[in-house]
C-alpha cells in the first residue's frame, strides 16, 4: 500500500469513528424529545458496498449491529468480519432462504406469508427459531416490496401461524424524495400500527422492534416512536458501486 492510500484510509477509520459519536449524541437527543432514554434506539450499521476492514473498524467504534442488503454480499464477507450482530435488511428471494438462516440473528424484510412459510420450514428443519420483521409499504409505493397498511393484521396473522419463526416487529421504507410532514405523517402511521398490533397481544407476535430511519431522516423517525434506525452513509460516507 503506498503512503497516500494508507494516509485515505487512516482519514477514512477517523471519520467513521467521529460520525459513529456524533450520530449516536443525535440519536440520543432524538430520543430524549421522543419521552424516552437516551439509550432507547439501536443504531445498525448498514454495510451495503463496504469494505470489510471499515465494517471491523466500526464494530471497534462499539457498533454492534450491522445490516445487510443482499445475501450474497452477506456471506462474502462474513469470514472477515470482527464478531457482531448481522441482519438482512434487503430483499430476500425463497430460494435464498436456505443461505441466509445461518448468517443472521433476523430477517427484517419479510414481506408475504409465502415467504414467512419457507423460512419457517427451513428454521425448522434447522431446529431453530428465526426471529423476523414485517416490511409494511407504509407509502403504497408500487415499486417498493412490503406488506399493504390495509391488510396488516390479517396479514401478520397469516405470517405468525408459522412455528419456526418469531414475528418481532416492523420495518418501513417511506419515499425518500417525501416531504418532511408527509415523512413524519408515514413514520407516526407506522407507530401507530406497531402499538395496535402489539396491545392485541395475538400469539407468536411479539413487538419490540420498530425499525425505521436512515441517514437522512433518523431523527424524525426516532422522535416518531423507532428504536432501531438504519445508518450507512452517515456512518461509512458515500457508497461507492
Known amino acids: 500500500m503506498t503512503e497516500e492510500l494508507w494516509n485515505e484510509q487512516q482519514r ?3 471519520r467513521i469513528a467521529q460520525n459513529i459519536v456524533r450520530l449516536r ?15 432507547a434506539v439501536r443504531i445498525m450499521a448498514v454495510t451495503k458496498t463496504v469494505a470489510p476492514i471499515y465494517i471491523n473498524h466500526a464494530v471497534s467504534c462499539g457498533m454492534d449491529l450491522i445490516g445487510e442488503n443482499k445475501v450474497q454480499e452477506l456471506l462474502s464477507k462474513q469470514a472477515e468480519l470482527l464478531p457482531c450482530e448481522r441482519q438482512l435488511i434487503g ?11 445461518d448468517a443472521v440473528s433476523l430477517i427484517q424484510s419479510v414481506d408475504t406469508p409465502c415467504l414467512a412459510s419457507e423460512i419457517s420450514r427451513r428454521a ?6 428465526m426471529p423476523i420483521l414485517a416490511e409494511v409499504n407504509i407509502a403504497g409505493e ?20 408459522n412455528k419456526g419463526i418469531l414475528l418481532c416487529g416492523l420495518m418501513c421504507v417511506p419515499p425518500l424524495d417525501a416531504e418532511k410532514e408527509k415523512l413524519s405523517a408515514f413514520f407516526q402511521k407506522m407507530h401507530r400500527l406497531f402499538l395496535d398490533i402489539g396491545a392485541k ?11 425505521m430511519g436512515m441517514s437522512d431522516d433518523f431523527e424524525t423517525a426516532i422522535r416518531c416512536g423507532a428504536n432501531l434506525v438504519r445508518l450507512g452513509s452517515a456512518i461509512f460516507g458515500d457508497r461507492v458501486y
Open 12 to 14: 477514512r477509520f477517523d
Open 25 to 39: 449524541e443525535k440519536a440520543g437527543q432524538a430520543a430524549l424529545q421522543s419521552g424516552r432514554s437516551e439509550d
Open 91 to 101: 430483499h430476500l428471494q425463497s430460494n435464498k432462504v436456505k443461505s441466509v438462516l
Open 124 to 129: 425448522l428443519q434447522n431446529g431453530q427459531v
Open 142 to 161: 408500487q415499486s417498493k416490496f412490503g406488506i399493504d397498511p390495509a391488510y396488516l393484521t390479517e396479514t401478520l396473522h397469516e405470517i405468525a401461524e
Open 201 to 211: 397481544k395475538l400469539d407468536n407476535i411479539d413487538m419490540c422492534i420498530l425499525s
